[in-house]
Structures are given as C-alpha cells and as structure tokens.
C-alpha cells in the first residue's frame, strides 16, 4: 500500500477545516462482498461542511459502491456510518435522504411524459391538508430551486421537451430538492459542454457556500485539482490515502490510484502505415453533417476533433450504418461499399464503438461472454446450433487481451465498471476481425489507468495493421495518440492537421472558428 509522506489527513487522528469544524459524514470499517469479488474492504471515508472531498481511483475501486451505500441501495457488511458522531443507517434510498444524503450521478434518472416539477418532486410532493399533492407550491418550489442553481426553465414544460443539459439540470434541481447536508456528484460534467461545465463549478461553490459536505467523483484531474479540498483514493475496494489537495501532486495522486507510476500516459508508437483502406468522397445528411471527404490508411489513428455539436459523432453513426446519408460515397480497399444499416458496415469490416457504451454498446442483463459474442454468432455456431464453449473461448480470447477485470465472462455487463464495460464492447466489436475500427470517446468517463490501457490497446491494433477512426475531445488524447487529426466544426471539416503543426492551439482555433489572432 503506497501511502505519502506529505500526504496531510492520515496521520491526523482528528482532522478538522480551517475553521475547526469537524466531519459531517463518518464512515468508518465499511465493507462489502458479492459473489466472487469483495468490492470494499474497511474502508473509511470524511466529508466536512463547506467543503468539496474529491474521491479518486480506478475503475473497479470501489467508488460506486460507496455512493449506493451512502444512498440507501446497498447495505454494507460491516462497519459504520455516523452523521454529526451519530451512528446511523440507511436501509432504503428514502432514508438516505431524510438522513440529509442526496446524490446527482452521471447518468440522469428522470421521467419524459412528466413535467420538470414532477420530476424534481417525484416521491416527496408537498401536500395540501386533504393529503392531495399541492401543485401550486410543487411549482413555487420547483420555480425557487431552478432559480438556485441559474437554470432558466419553466417547471411547467414536459421533460422530454428539454435538451439534454437542461435534463442535467433538473436533475440537479432534483437532488437539492431534499434539504441535504451532503451531496454526493458523481461525475456531474462527464456529458456536458465546456460552458455547462463551468456552470456546474459555479453551482460547486454555491453549495460550499451554503455549507454542504460535497463529495466529488470524478476522473478529470484538471476539475479535481480546481474545486476539491480535500482528497480520499481508494484502490482495489481499500482506502489507500486522503489529506489535503493542496498536499498532493498530480503524479503522487496517479501514483496512489494505480499503485504504480504513470509517466508516458500515452504509448510511444512509430506509425508504419500500409495501403488505403478507407476513402470517404462528399458525405452529407441533411441536418447533422456536409461534405465530409477524407481517407484513412492501415495502421493509421485518424483522430477527430471538435465542440460539442460539431456532428462528429452524428457522421460516424453513418459510416456505420445507423442513420443515411442524403448522399456521398465510401471505397473500403478497392471496393465501393454501400452501408445501409450496421449489419452491412460489420460486412464491410467497419465496427463502431459508441459514446454511450450502457444504452449503445453494451446490453446490460447479458453475461460478457454474450455481449462478445453477438456479432459473431456464425463463427460460434454449427448448424444452426450456438456452441458454448466456441462462445466462451471467443470472449476469453478477446478480453484477456484487454486487461477485463471481472469474477466471470458468465457475470451480467451490467455489473461491470464503466472501464469494464468499455473494454467488453471494444472486445465485443474486435471480434469481427474489422478493417477499421471507429471509437467514439473510447475513454470517457473512466479512470487514468483504464485510459492508459485502452490507449496502449490502440496502439498494437494499429501496429497490426488495423485502421482506427478515435473522436475525442480531449486534446491531450488526441495530440497523444493521433498520426492525423480532421477537425470538425458545424457539421464541416474546419482543419486537417499532422505532424508539426498538431497543436493544441491549432485544433482550438479550427474548433472554434478563430481565423486571426486578436491583439
């Protein structure tokens, strides 16, 4: 266990804020099994009034399964929980938030038919003297805590009516609804733009102001290193170090996390690149993209860079068959291919790793070994006949590959870390044998050392000879992994940029439409 010696908070018995306020929230010893894994292991957790505590770690660390315990989901084997040094416990997700414990997590839990004060006071309506839900006050309520947090919505508009970060909001309108003491976000800026992202900083600091323990999941460095105070990493389901933020440095916090140092974040790789695989000639669609044109070689990554709404992911949906273009055509080797629907861009040797990889990617309720499996039945099967052991030999050849941890290839998906389920798709789609593979922020929401594995994964795929599309919108991805990068920006190639004038400036500038420098 790596623990440092700068590290402020372990050796104090009694840590305090500045103010000499202690711990809101105490849990201390928490453990916890399932079958075939013990995903916590006396782990012991501190979260202080007007304060942000970031909790880091890998995928599989144990971070979600602190947060279900916390909201009343899981019930811990052992140890305890203690609000103000009073012992309590959570049998359920309602006493969680009569304790004061509110959650807003990364993938939003809302309702499309009903409106957005229905849905910030689904379970806990105010009520008129009769018992009836009172809507007046629901929408006077509702109207304040959208005001609260700067979003400028009517409680009165159905949800499904709403955009995507205006949903975010509700549901953040949602959590505070209960008047919590600790608030619980886990990765809250993982889908949203750079200016929401900002406005969810902003909302940090209120909360802080208002004296709310924060507890901040989150895989970003750079937002880890601006708003937390405080730090707690955990590794493996165990607590291996927590102090002050301000006591750490990046690659000491990297090193806790991984057990290991993480110099070269991305591999070093000498392209050799082979004949044209792909060439892509004027594709548009009548809302999402124009003229994209561009080709792609064997053993090249083509990164594609862009805002959000610049219609990247939108064209490789596309390419791979989920939606037409208006029109445009594709040469795969020296054949032109038609793409209609997925089945036939898997026919072609083109395969797709989307951005949403728990509604898109994977099917939850299905075992690995099925989920790897179901684009290659034919190779998995005799005579109509699905094999098992073919199955299963098939998932264990591909996710070995991949560093999968899991107790069991026969383990539902659904039970996997984000990391996890990201490798089981890449695995899933690798399968096929493609020509090209297309991955669509193929680390997203999952931790630096999955990221490091995915990217070193990458790179042999490319060294043998597969073509690889990577849509990512972090620059340090893309300058750290990309031969070539294309830049999108309203639906149009902005920018096409190698070599030496790869620059973050460079991709910045194209991204955002900047022609000249303003002095």
């Known amino acids: 266990m790596v623990m440092l010696a700068n590290t402020q908070g372990i ?35 501190e979260l202080f009034p007007g304060e942000v505590t970031a909790l880091v770690g ?17 019930q811990p084997d052992e140890g ?11 049998p359920t997700a309602q006493d969680a938030g009569r304790a004061g414990v509110t959650a807003i997590h990364q993938e939003t839990v809302l309702f499309d ?9 689904i379970g806990h309506a105010p009520k008129t003297r ?4 009172d809507r007046k006050e629901m929408l006077r309520k509702a109207q304040a805590l959208l005001d609260r947090i700067g979003a400028r919505i009517d409680p009165n508009v159905t949800l499904k009516d709403l955009g995507i970060a205006n949903k975010h909001l509700v549901a953040i309108a949602r959590a505070l609804s ?6 619980i976000m886990d990765e809250p800026t993982a889908s949203l733009s750079h200016k929401e992202i900002e406005e969810t900083y902003e909302l940090v600091e209120r909360l802080k102001a208002e004296g709310k323990a924060i507890l901040f999941i989150s895989h970003k460095f750079d937002e880890i290193f601006r708003i937390a105070d405080r730090y707690t990493v955990f590794r493996d389901g165990q607590m291996v170090g927590k102090g002050k933020i301000e006591a750490v440095s990046e690659q000491e916090l990297v090193k806790l996390m991984v057990g290991r140092s993480v110099d070269q974040v991305f591999p070093k790789r000498a392209p050799q690149l082979g004949e044209e695989v792909l060439k892509v000639v004027g594709y548009c669609h009548p809302t999402e993209f124009e003229d994209i044109g561009f080709t792609l070689r064997a053993g090249e990554i083509l990164g594609f860079y862009g805002l959000v709404g610049a219609g990247r992911s939108e064209f490789m949906q596309a390419l791979f068959g989920v939606t037409r273009p208006s029109k445009g055509a594709i040469r795969i080797d020296d054949r032109i291919a038609v793409i209609r629907d997925p089945n036939e861009a898997i026919r072609q040797g083109i395969v797709y790793v989307p951005e949403d990889r728990g509604k898109q990617g994977a099917i939850k309720g299905l075992p690995i070994f099925q989920n790897v499996s179901l684009p290659s039945l034919k190779e998995t099967s005799r005579k109509g006949f699905l094999r098992l052991a073919e199955e299963f030999k098939l998932a264990r050849d591909y996710t070995r590959r991949l560093d999968l941890r899991a107790a069991a290839l026969d383990q539902d998906i659904g039970e996997l870390s984000g990391g996890n389920q990201q490798k089981v798709v890449i695995a899933k789609w690798l399968a096929t044998k493609p020509r090209v593979i297309i991955l669509d922020e193929p680390t997203k929401g999952i931790d630096i050392g999955s990221k490091a594995a995915v990217h070193e994964f990458m790179a042999e795929l490319a060294a043998e000879g597969l073509a690889v599309i ?9 300058l750290g992994m990309s031969d070539r990068v294309i830049v999108m ?7 096409e940029y190698e070599g030496a004038d790869l620059s973050p400036e460079h991709l910045v500038r194209a991204a955002a439409g900047i022609t000249e420098v303003r002095t």
């Open 130 to 133: 009769f018992g009836l839900i």
């Open 11 to 45: 050796a104090d018995t009694h840590p305090q804020t500045d103010d000499g306020a202690g711990p809101v929230l105490t849990l201390s010893g928490i453990s916890k099994s399932f079958p075939g894994v013990k995903a916590l292991s006396e782990v012991s957790l």
């Open 58 to 74: 890998e995928n599989g660390a144990g971070k979600s399964t602190i947060v279900k315990i916390l909201t009343g989901i899981y």
């Open 489 to 495: 920006r309203e639906g149009r190639i902005a920018a």
């Open 178 to 183: 209960i008047d919590a003491k600790i608030v």
């Open 80 to 90: 305890a929980i203690a609000i103000n040094g009073t012992p309590v416990s959570f």
């Open 470 to 478: 990577m849509v990512s919108s972090e620059i340090p991805e893309i």
């Open 113 to 121: 038919d009903l409106s957005v004060a229905e849905n910030i006071f």
